[in-house]
C-alpha cells in the first residue's frame, strides 16, 4: 500500500474530479490501515445516506468498495478486489451517486450477479445478488473502472440532468481556485 493515509480527513469527492475516471489499482496489503480506511468510507456512505461507496470517491485508486443494499448497517459489507460474472437477466432503475449529488439516471443492468472479493483479512469470498444488492455491486464495480452513470445517459437524461451537472462542473472549478 502507498502512503500512509489520514482516514479521518477523508471526503466524498464529486464529479467530475479526475480521480473518478482512473482505474484503480488492486490492493495488495491487508493491514489496519486497510480496516481504518473501509471504516471510515462506511460512515461517509450512511452520513451520506448511500448504499455504496468506492474508494475512488474518497480519492484513493485502490479496488475497494463498501456498500449496504439496504442502507442499514446490518447489511454493510467490504469487498476488495472484487470480480463479478455470471451477469443474467436485465433491468433498468434510477441511480443516484454519492459523487454525482442531484444526479438520477435510469441505468440497464444485469438483475442477478456473482461477485468474488476478498474480506479485509484478505480471505477470499462469494455472494450471489439479485436485484438492488446485483445493481449496488455493478455500479460500485464501475467506479473501480472509472465509469460512472453519467457514462450510461441517454439523450433525454442528458438534458434532464444539465443543468445539475454544469453546476458540479462550476463548484468543482471553484474549489480548485480556491485551492490554487
Ligand atoms: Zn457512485
Known amino acids: 500500500m502507498p502512503k500512509t493515509i489520514d482516514v479521518e480527513k477523508l471526503s466524498i469527492v464529486h464529479y467530475p474530479h479526475p480521480v473518478l475516471r482512473k482505474a484503480c489499482q488492486p490492493v495488495e496489503q491487508f ?14 456512505m450512511h452520513l451520506g445516506r448511500g448504499v455504496g461507496l468506492a ?3 474518497v480519492g484513493l485508486t485502490w479496488r475497494l468498495f463498501v ?8 447489511d454493510d459489507l467490504v469487498l476488495v478486489n472484487p470480480e463479478l460474472f455470471d451477469l ?25 450477479v456473482r461477485i468474488q472479493a476478498c474480506d479485509l483479512e484478505g ?3 462469494e455472494r ?24 450510461y445517459m441517454s439523450e433525454a437524461s442528458k438534458i434532464i440532468n444539465r443543468r445539475i451537472l454544469k ?3 462550476a463548484d468543482y472549478e471553484n474549489g480548485q481556485k480556491k485551492s490554487a
Request: some cysteine; aromatic content about 2%.
Open 123 to 125: 480471505n477470499p469470498f
Open 31 to 44: 493491514d489496519d490501515q486497510l480496516r481504518r480506511l473501509a471504516a471510515r468510507m462506511l460512515e461517509l
Open 128 to 151: 450471489e445478488g439479485t436485484d438492488l444488492a446485483a445493481r449496488v455491486w455493478q455500479h460500485e464495480h464501475d467506479h473501480l473502472d472509472g465509469r460512472l452513470i453519467v457514462d
Open 67 to 74: 456498500c449496504s443494499h439496504t442502507g442499514e448497517p446490518g
Open 55 to 57: 474508494a475512488p470517491q
Open 88 to 112: 443474467t437477466g436485465v433491468g433498468e432503475r434510477e441511480e443516484g451517486c454519492l459523487s454525482l449529488p442531484g444526479v438520477s439516471v435510469p441505468v440497464r443492468r444485469a438483475s442477478s
Open 167 to 169: 453546476q458540479l462542473q
